[in-house]
C-alpha cells in the first residue's frame, strides 16, 4: 500500500515528474485521489466550523438547549412575532459590527414558557454561527482532533455575547466583589464586548439593596460603554422599574426596546 508510484483507489500508475530546482522525482496526483483528498477537506471544515460554533457557544455560556435556539427554525406566532423582529435586529446590529445610534438594547417580558429566553438563546447562538471562522482556528480544531484531545480540552474559541441567568450573576457578583473589584470572573459578563443577556430578571428573592446594588453596577458600566444589553423578565414594566431601582430602570429606559410576549399557554412540550 505504500506505494507511491500508483493510484491508491483506481491503481492507475501515476505520472512521474522531475522538479529541477529541487532535484527530486514527484508523482503527479491521479484525479481521484485528488477528489478524495478534496472531500476530505471539505468534511474537516464542516467538522471545524461546527466545532467552532460549540466552543463560542460554550464560551457564552449557553445551555446545551440554548444552543439549539435559532430564528431560523423558530415557531413565530402572534404572541412573539414582535419580539422576535427585535431579536433579529438585535442580532443583526452586532454582526454588522458598528455602533448603531439609538437604542441597542431589548427588554423580553412574558409570562413563564413564552419563549423568551429561548429568543434571547437564538440571539447568542445565530451570532456565534454567523460570525466568520479563521483559517488559524480551523487549522488548530483540526490539529486538536487529530492529537485525540476530548472536546472538553479543545482550546476555547471566544465569543463576545454572554449569557448568566440572575442567580449566578448574583452568586458571581457577591462572590467576587470583595476582593476582586477591578479584573474578576465577573467582567466577563458585566464588560462583554456585544452582548450581555441576563435571564430571568426578578425571579429570586435576594434582598433587593444587594441586587439593585448589583444591576446599578452592570447597567451603568454597560450603558454609559454603549454596550447592549438583553434583559428577560416575568415583571411588568413597573414591577421591573421597581426591582431595579429608578437609577437603572432610567438607564435601562434610554436604551431598550421593550416588548411583551405574554401568552395564553406556555411553549413547552409535554
Ligand atoms: N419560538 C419558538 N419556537 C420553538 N420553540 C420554542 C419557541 N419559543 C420557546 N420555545 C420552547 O418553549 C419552551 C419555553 O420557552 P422559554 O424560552 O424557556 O420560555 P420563557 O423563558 O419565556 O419561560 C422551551 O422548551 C423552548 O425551547
Ligand atoms: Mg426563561
Ligand atoms: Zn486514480
Redesign the pocket.
Known amino acids: 500500500m505504500g506505494d507511491k508510484s500508483h493510484c491508491s483507489v483506481c491503481g492507475k500508475a501515476k505520472e512521474k515528474r522531475f522538479i529541477n530546482y529541487a532535484n527530486i522525482e514527484v508523482y503527479i496526483e491521479c484525479e481521484c485521489e485528488r477528489k478524495c483528498r478534496e472531500e476530505k477537506e471539505k468534511a474537516d471544515c464542516e467538522y471545524a466550523r461546527r466545532t467552532a460554533v460549540e466552543l463560542r457557544n460554550k464560551n457564552s455560556r449557553l445551555s446545551l ?1 440554548g444552543q ?2 435559532t430564528f431560523d427554525r ?3 406566532d402572534k404572541y ?1 412575532e414582535v419580539a ?1 423582529r427585535g431579536g433579529k435586529y438585535l442580532l443583526n446590529q452586532l454582526l454588522k459590527n458598528e455602533e448603531g445610534v439609538g437604542k441597542n438594547s431589548l427588554v423580553l417580558q ?10 434571547a438563546c437564538a440571539v447568542i447562538n445565530d451570532f456565534n454561527s454567523q460570525n466568520p471562522v479563521s483559517d488559524l482556528r480551523i487549522r488548530q480544531i483540526l490539529k486538536e482532533r487529530d492529537s485525540s484531545y476530548r472536546k472538553e480540552e479543545f482550546s476555547a474559541v471566544k465569543s463576545p455575547c454572554k449569557f448568566i441567568t440572575e442567580m449566578d450573576l448574583f452568586a458571581l457578583y457577591y462572590e467576587n466583589y470583595n476582593y476582586c473589584k477591578t479584573e474578576g470572573p465577573l467582567d466577563e459578563f458585566k464588560k462583554a464586548g456585544k452582548l450581555l443577556v441576563v435571564d430571568d430578571v426578578g425571579a429570586s428573592n435576594y434582598e433587593k439593596k444587594r441586587v439593585q446594588a448589583m444591576y446599578l453596577n452592570i447597567i451603568d458600566y454597560r450603558y454609559s460603554q454603549g454596550l447592549p444589553l438583553m434583559l ?1 423578565t416575568n415583571l411588568t414594566k413597573s414591577e421591573l422599574s421597581d426591582y431595579l431601582g429608578d437609577r437603572s430602570f432610567d438607564r435601562l429606559k434610554a436604551c431598550s426596546y421593550f416588548v411583551d ?1 405574554t401568552s395564553p399557554e ?4 409535554g
Open positions: 438547549l439549539k435556539a423558530m415557531n413565530v412573539n422576535v412574558g409570562n413563564r414558557g413564552s419563549g423568551k429566553t429561548y429568543i428577560t410576549l406556555s411553549r413547552r412540550a
